[in-house]
């Protein structure tokens, strides 16, 4: 079983709709959970961050996690095609600072 | 504020060659970690340092080494090139060890 599982997608919703990316985890004293986004050539960006059970929201974005399950998720809501690009969840145990990585979601908005 | 600085932006080398790539972390973190992305994959965790101290290594070989400087930058040596070691190198620096990492643009290395 990998430490982080995300589905690669690709992910295709419609331009104003809500996208939604799952992303499991192995390790049951995770901590910290990270989103990243990463257009293609380029590195990654942080675009969300939590820490503790339940939902986090910054504008368009909203965060959920749920460590019981080991689980979080990430939606986009009003998709835009700027959002087009490939999602990384991270996992920090907090014991070792290393963030562990899923493979990514790509995600294609259309017009 | 300058955000994370990487050099060089592109690399060809050949294999069995040596390299070294650079690291200047955002002004006011002392935490550095590297990793590797090849293509379709997630970054993978080297190392990280804090305070010129090595705070922890992933799976990867000793051809494998880096070091962080008293200004807090760091550099990434990889002996022995291989293929495989084709990928985008990524800086993350953190005000400390626990704290969220930001990347930097990345080296991007090719091995021929």
């Keep these: 079983q990998k ?15 809500i996208a939604s990316l799952n992303c499991t985890y192995s390790d049951r004293v995770s901590q910290s959970f990270f989103w990243y986004r990463q257009y293609s050539g380029k590195s990654p960006e942080l675009i969300m961050s939590i820490y503790s059970n339940g939902d986090k929201e910054d504008g368009r974005f909203t965060a959920q ?20 690009a490939t999602y990384l969840c991270a996992v920090n145990t907090g014991t070792a600072s290393k963030l562990t990585f899923g493979t990514g979601t790509r995600l294609q908005v259309t017009l | 504020d300058a955000g ?5 932006t592109h690399l060809i080398k050949t294999r069995g060659q040596q390299v070294t790539l650079r690291c200047s972390p955002i002004s006011g973190h002392k935490s550095v970690s590297w990793y590797q992305q090849v293509l379709g994959q997630g970054p993978q965790f080297i190392f990280q340092y804090y305070e010129k101290e090595e705070r ?3 799976n990867f070989p000793d051809r494998f080494s880096a070091r962080q400087f008293p ?10 090139l291989l293929l495989g070691d084709s990928a985008l190198y990524l ?22």
């Design chain 1, 3 to 17: 430490e982080v599982e995300q589905n690669s997608g690709p992910l295709s919703v419609p331009e104003g709709a």
């Design chain 1, 65 to 84: 996690l749920n460590k019981a399950s080991q689980y979080v998720s990430l939606l986009i809501r009003d998709s835009q095609p700027s959002d087009s």
């Design chain 2, 4 to 8: 994370v600085t990487q050099s060089p």
């Design chain 2, 56 to 58: 922890g290594r992933g």
């Design chain 2, 71 to 80: 200004n807090y930058s760091s550099e990434l040596n990889v002996n022995a």
């Design chain 2, 91 to 112: 800086c993350a620096s953190s005000r400390t060890v626990a704290d969220t990492q930001y990347f930097g643009p990345g080296t991007r290395l090719t091995v021929l």
